[in-house]
């Protein structure tokens, strides 16, 4: 199985400022057939369902704000808000969808205002 | 609109049977492959297990496998999620999630979980 692990488990970042979060697998999710690397990003408000941010570790889904956005290859990966909105306040998932059937999301990452 | 509607809370006793449901609309329900994903309180996600339901066809997470059930009727587009005897450590947030499909350059891909229902908690407790 795949395992996933991010850090760090929480951050508080000041509204304006840039939020980092890290997202490990532990084999590369990276695809051969379309070089795509099979990680998505989710956002859960309290209260809320988790969304969808970000597949294909960088490609915002329809209606996600141009502030975030994904990077990385392979085995490591990260998303960043590049500038902190108060409605930014949520907790951050990575998964990995590369595995045939079987998906794996990283423990969480809370984001807070400073 | 796409999406994903669930079967209201639940409450129930250990050993208790239930069944849970998760109706889709908005696209053609059996052309996507839905999924469970438990959320125990204040704890993070994790996947149970996935149906295609134009065919059935069932995977579970090992973890667990044998612990519930996964089905679907597809002339009514509802996905269900199934215990026949319930524990406390079942009390969880249960949603079910649609994995999206991305067709490139002619090709159809597998995504990740598009579509998110609302939720259904499930409370075990005597």
């Known amino acids: 199985d795949i395992v996933m692990t991010q850090s760090p488990d929480s951050l508080a970042v000041s509204l304006g400022e840039r939020a980092t979060i890290n997202c490990k697998s532990s084999q590369s999710v990276l695809y051969s057939s379309n070089n795509k690397n099979y990680l998505a990003w989710y956002q859960q408000k309290p209260g809320q369902p988790p969304k969808l941010l970000i597949y294909w570790a960088s490609t915002r889904e329809s209606g996600v704000p141009d502030r975030f956005s994904g990077s990385g290859s392979g085995t490591d990966f990260t998303l960043t808000i590049s500038s902190l909105q108060a409605e930014d306040v949520a907790v951050y998932y990575c998964q990995q969808y590369y595995s045939t059937l079987l998906f794996t999301f990283g423990p969480g990452t809370k984001v807070d205002i400073k | 609109e796409v999406q994903l509607v669930q079967s209201g809370a639940e409450v129930k006793k250990p050993g208790e049977s239930l069944k849970i449901s998760c109706k889709g609309s908005?696209?053609?329900?059996?052309?996507?492959?839905i999924g469970w994903v438990r959320q125990m309180p204040g704890k993070g996600l994790e996947w149970m297990g996935i149906?295609?339901?134009?065919?059935?066809?069932?995977r579970y997470s090992p973890s667990f496998q044998g612990q519930v059930t996964i089905s679907a009727d597809k002339s009514i587009s509802t996905a269900y999620l199934q215990w026949s005897s319930l524990k406390a450590s079942d009390t969880a947030m249960y949603y079910c999630v649609r994995r999206g499909a991305l067709l490139w350059f002619g090709e159809l891909f597998p995504q990740a979980f598009d579509i998110w229902g609302q939720g259904t908690m499930v409370t075990v407790s005597s």
């Open positions: 908005g696209y053609s329900f059996t052309s996507y492959w």
């Open positions: 149906i295609y339901p134009g065919d059935s066809d069932t």
